[in-house]
């Protein structure tokens, strides 16, 4: 069964058919073609899948379709605005924090989310924020390091 949802992506208002037992990560991916939000467990465990739902870091994987109706959601793709990165974005250029980069769009939305929170967070409050995302390759201190960077520099945005 079809369910009609309208909710809001990036700013953008979209409305879609949707089958119930979809997932938002598989709307984003497969509909939207917003492929920038990763797939890694799609069981709610590594946090490739972080996008900001209202304000808050959520695990696409674990949503529900019909669940879309009415939110706003922020993505990766969501983040730059006229080609600039945004703090977080550049912090993890700068420090080099991703490998393989297959993680990094996860801890990217968590590290945002934060910082919209709480612009000045401490390292422990950091680590409990990037406590849902995995990274198999770069290391933690690296990511770390560049959420406290980007706090430094200006936060979160979007
Ligand atoms: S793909 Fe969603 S938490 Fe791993
Ligand atoms: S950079 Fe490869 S999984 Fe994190």
């Not at 972080?50 to 808050?56: P, Q």
């Amino acid at each position: 069964m079809k369910y009609r949802v309208n909710f809001f992506v990036n700013d953008e208002p979209v409305e879609l058919y949707v089958d119930a037992n979809k997932t938002m990560l598989r709307v984003l991916r497969e509909e939207l073609a917003l492929t920038g939000t990763k797939e890694g467990c799609g069981a709610g465990e590594c946090g490739a899948c972080t996008v900001i739902v209202d304000g808050k870091p959520i695990n696409a994987c674990l949503v529900l379709a019909p669940e879309l109706d009415g939110k706003h959601i922020t993505t990766v793709e969501g983040l730059a605005k006229n080609g600039e990165l945004t703090a977080v974005q550049q912090a993890f250029v700068d420090l080099a924090a991703l490998q393989c980069g297959f993680c990094t769009p996860g801890f990217i939305m968590s590290a945002t989310a934060l910082l919209n929170e709480n612009p000045d967070p401490s390292r422990e409050e950091i680590i409990d924020a990037i406590s849902g995302n995995l990274c198999r390759c770069t290391g933690y201190a690296r990511i770390i390091e560049a959420i406290e960077l980007a706090a430094r520099k200006g936060g979160g945005q979007a």
